[in-house]
């Protein structure tokens, strides 16, 4: 199977999961934080730490089915670009606390959940 199909299943498959995750997150919890999209970066961050340890560590995975997971799927599920346009909207409508702890919590905790995901990979 051609890789460029590979990563375009796991896109499509990465894309739905965060469309479907956001619009439940976004059912929960509206308060002008932008929750949604930081839970997902997040929990992304931790399985492409998490998967990529396993995946070659652990378990004999090819690395077709690692192109499709982490380029395609997971690649599709996180979003830097809907984290920049929603910061510039926060700065936009004045709310400049709020944008600023938004980046720096998705940066700390997005490189604490990758070195937690690469973590436990290496304890299982």
Request: charged share 5%.
């Amino acid at each position: 199977m051609p890789n460029f199909l590979v990563i375009g299943l796991g896109g499509a498959l990465g894309a739905l999961s965060r469309y479907a995750l956001g619009v439940w997150i976004s059912s929960k919890w509206n308060q002008g934080f932008p929750l949604h999209t930081f839970l997902i970066n997040i929990s992304g961050a931790f399985l492409l730490g998490f998967l990529n340890i396993f995946f070659i560590e652990r378990l004999t995975v090819s690395p077709l089915w690692r192109l499709g997971i982490g380029v395609g799927f997971l690649g599709a599920y996180t979003t830097f670009s809907t984290f920049g346009f929603e910061v510039i909207s926060l700065l936009e409508g004045g709310s400049l606390l709020t944008a600023g702890l938004y980046t720096l919590l998705s940066i700390a905790v997005g490189f604490t959940g990758v070195a937690l995901g690469v973590g436990l990979a290496r304890l299982l």
